[in-house]
Structures are given as C-alpha cells and as structure tokens.
C-alpha cells in the first residue's frame, strides 16, 4: 500500500478513528428475527459506524428450532459458544445436472469451539435439541445488515425470490 492510498487522518471522522466496545448488556434486539431464536446485534451501522460487517449473538432455547431462512447475499460465519445447536439444510444437488432436484435434509452437528459457514442465498435452520441447556452462537455477516429472509421451506431461494426488503434487512 503506498502512502497516497492510506488516508489523511483529518479525512476519517472522529466516531471512525477509535475502537468501539460493546458489552453483553448493550445487544441490541432490534434487529431481523427469525422464530425460534432471538438475535441480537453488536456489530452494525447503527451500533458502530460499520460499513462492511455486521456481528452478533443468536440464543435458541432447548428443545426448539428456529424457522428456515437465509442470510440474503450476505455470506456467514457461525462460532458456537455454548450447547450443541444443529443447522439444518436441503442437499438438492442432482449428479449430472445442475437443475435441482427433491433433495435430503443434511443435519450438521455442532459443539462448542466450532464454526460454520453459511453460504449467500442458502436456507437453514438452526435446532436445538438438547432438552435443558440453551445454544448460543456468535455470527458474523459480510454486509452490514443483519439481514434475514424468512422462508416457507429449505428448497433453494436464490437471489431471484428476494426483494429489496433483504437489503434492509428485515424479514
């Protein structure tokens, strides 16, 4: 990088020129939701200024799964904190051809320390089935929204069945 690409530190305004902390007590649960879990932000625009990220927790009680749903175009990444949640999605790959086809629902397992990555478009669930003890996942979105497609069923979505309310990222 040279020195004509770094900018003047009087051309960055002062809110971006600091770290910014947000603790556990200043989540913020006005954001997209999706049944069965509540999420909360910590990284946005509207917390920090952020113009390329959004970050936050998601909490699914025991015993309950959340609706199917994709991120729109934004792509994410999954660390579980605590519990044991499962993220559900339809394998609709047919060998051979790239028309989907009926598919199967793939069940991936989680424990604490792992991490998931949720393609743009793709839908999910999450479930938790461990009958007592929460799961709590941190989340991380290549776009500055939370954005939140609720969905019907786990068959494809594509960038052809959203609307510009994914961009605002409500569901």
């Known amino acids: 990088m040279t020195s004509s690409q770094i900018p003047a530190y009087s051309d960055v305004d002062p809110f971006h020129r600091r770290l910014h902390q947000i603790t556990q007590g200043e989540l913020d649960p006005d954001t997209a939701q999706t049944s069965g879990m509540r999420r909360f932000s910590a990284i946005s625009g509207k917390t920090v200024g952020s113009s390329k990220l959004w970050m936050g927790q998601v909490h699914v009680a025991p015993a309950t799964a959340s609706g199917n749903h994709h991120h729109g175009r934004s792509e994410t990444a999954i660390y579980v904190v605590s519990g044991h949640p499962?993220?559900?999605?339809?394998?609709?790959?047919?060998?051979?051809?790239?028309?989907?086809?009926?598919?199967?629902?793939?069940?991936?397992?989680?424990?604490?320390?792992?991490?998931?990555?949720?393609?743009?478009?793709?839908?999910h669930r999450e479930e938790n089935p461990d009958p007592s003890l929460e799961a709590i996942v941190v989340i991380a979105r290549s776009t500055q929204e939370g954005i939140v497609v609720n969905l019907e069923d786990l068959r494809w979505a594509g960038p052809v069945l959203t609307n510009g309310s994914d961009v605002e990222g409500c569901s």
Do not use: H, K, M, N
């Open 86 to 123: 499962e993220f559900v999605f339809l394998d609709q790959a047919v060998e051979g051809t790239d028309e989907p086809g009926p598919g199967r629902e793939v069940r991936v397992r989680t424990s604490p320390g792992d991490f998931i990555f949720v393609p743009p478009w793709v839908p």
